[in-house]
């Protein structure tokens, strides 16, 4: 093995002897270094001292215990100073240690710098561990770009920001966190992101099962709502039977003529098909309307929206003496949508305009007015207007409340689900009425709103 071959010995190898010589040397160091002090204080050089008198040398030695208790009085103010530094030390990383938040510093780089005792206890490693880890190691890595892109837009603007991620601890668990971020400078100007973590993942859970109880009653009310619709469904689907039957009594008849004329015989056909079309697509929208499935949420466009709903309600107006009026914005932007969920609102809406526009004496126009447009902060407004009797002060406390209506057959539920409906899409659901000249129900979506579970967004 190799040895330690330095020429110039340490303190610790040498004889007590040369020890002997080195501590005298720094007494006689610090004596010089304490007697040039002392000329500098009192201006009394080592000569000058000697040929003071007695009384010279008493008022002197008086002047220097004087200043010899001013610094044990400052010592002793330094020493409590510095005490309570301590305990104001300790009471900081007691705070910082305990806090219930997980509290991190993380390099430009990703590196996380600082954690809390909190931050290790929530991704299972020892603190010691946890600070050789990139930030982003923890991320889970469907949420990793959206992680990249927060941190981004925090070094760019300099605000604190704030976002909803899944996270996984060293076990892999994974669970969501509310993270919240500001950017920092450490001693050296290097620019940092000061982070703190909220474990949400109970929230989280209580949220989905909402919703998946919303998604449960919602489609029992469009069941209930397509009950309601039933006979004007049927007319639209008797319609095309009728007309294929028709055209088939027509084709059989031509074909069983001495010579079939082929060009009219394909015409017919053509007709035929057309109707049949026609049907499937009545018995298609309604079979998606009402079939029970899991929220999903993609891109969508709105006009074509609204059109798919009142092809579903078409029956409901000639019978009723309705003048439909369509006031759609061109070219609005794209929202990310459960489109049946949306559907649904706008047909409860319909309908609801339609058993009002009822109410009114015969021979009084009946309108009902559907707009689609831009708001100015962005967000996609679908209007439904009736010119009906309206809604009183009374009814306007309890209308969009659960089991009220004012209907004699009605549940008093379509108008309290349209409500959350919109709300789980981050949207907002409003009314205006003046009694005696109609009502409009209108509600408000953001446009281009990513949901982390949602594909095919905008």
């Not at 509290?103 to 600082?114: A, C, G, P, W």
């Not at 009310?221 to 007309?243: D, F, K, V």
Request: aromatic share 6%; proline share 3%.
């Amino acid at each position: 093995m190799n040895r330690r071959t330095d020429k110039h010995p340490t303190a610790a190898g040498l004889s007590s002897d040369m020890r002997g010589l080195v501590q005298a040397d720094r007494e006689t160091r610090l004596h010089r270094q304490a007697e040039a002090i002392l000329q500098e204080k009192t201006g009394y050089s080592s000569e000058r001292l000697k040929s003071l008198s007695p009384e010279e040398q008493k008022e002197l030695f008086h002047e220097l215990h004087v200043h010899q208790i001013e610094l044990e009085l400052q010592n002793e103010e330094l020493r409590q100073a510095q005490q309570a530094l301590e305990v104001e030390k300790a009471r900081y990383f007691d705070l910082y240690d305990l806090a219930p938040g997980s509290y991190f510093t993380v390099s430009k780089k990703d590196l996380i710098q600082q954690a809390n005792l909190t931050a290790a206890t929530l991704f299972g490693l020892p603190r010691r561990t946890l600070l050789t880890k990139l930030f982003s190691y923890f991320v889970l890595n469907e949420d990793l770009s959206l992680y990249y892109a927060f941190c981004k837009q925090l070094f760019e603007s300099n605000k604190q920001q704030a976002i909803e991620l899944r996270m996984l601890n060293n076990e892999g668990a994974q669970f969501w966190v509310y993270l919240e971020a500001i950017t920092a400078q450490d001693v050296d100007g290097a620019l940092t992101l000061r982070i703190t973590l909220s474990n949400i993942t109970e929230r989280i859970r209580l949220e989905q099962q909402d919703k998946a109880h919303l998604s449960e009653l919602a489609h029992v009310t469009r069941l209930g709502l397509m009950g309601e619709m039933a006979s004007g469904i049927a007319h639209e689907i008797n319609q095309p039977l009728a007309a294929i039957s028709g055209y088939t009594q027509a084709s059989l008849n031509l074909i069983n003529t001495e010579n079939p004329d082929q060009a009219k015989l394909a015409d017919i056909l053509a007709k035929t098909q057309q109707q049949a079309l026609r049907m499937g697509k009545v018995i298609h929208r309604m079979r998606k309307f009402i079939k029970s499935q899991p929220a999903h949420r993609s891109t969508a466009e709105v006009n074509p929206l609204i059109r798919n709903c009142i092809d579903l309600c078409v029956a409901e107006f000639k019978p009723n003496d309705i003048e439909l009026t369509l006031e759609l914005e061109n070219n609005l932007p794209c929202f990310c949508v459960d489109a049946i969920q949306i559907e649904q609102v706008l047909i409860n809406l319909i309908r609801n305009g339609v058993d009002s526009l009822r109410t009114l004496p015969a021979g009084q126009p009946r309108r009902l007015t559907i707009r689609s447009r831009l708001t100015p902060n962005n967000n996609i407004q679908i209007e439904v207007e009736d010119n009906g009797p309206g809604i009183n002060e009374d009814q306007k406390q309890k209308i969009l409340t659960p089991f009220y209506t004012t209907k004699a057959d009605g549940t008093g539920m379509g108008l309290s689900i349209s409500r959350s409906l919109i709300e789980a899409h981050e949207g907002a659901f409003h009314f205006d009425s003046t009694y005696g000249k109609g009502a409009t129900f209108y509600f408000t979506l953001p446009i281009g709103k990513k949901d982390i579970s949602a594909e095919g967004c905008c």
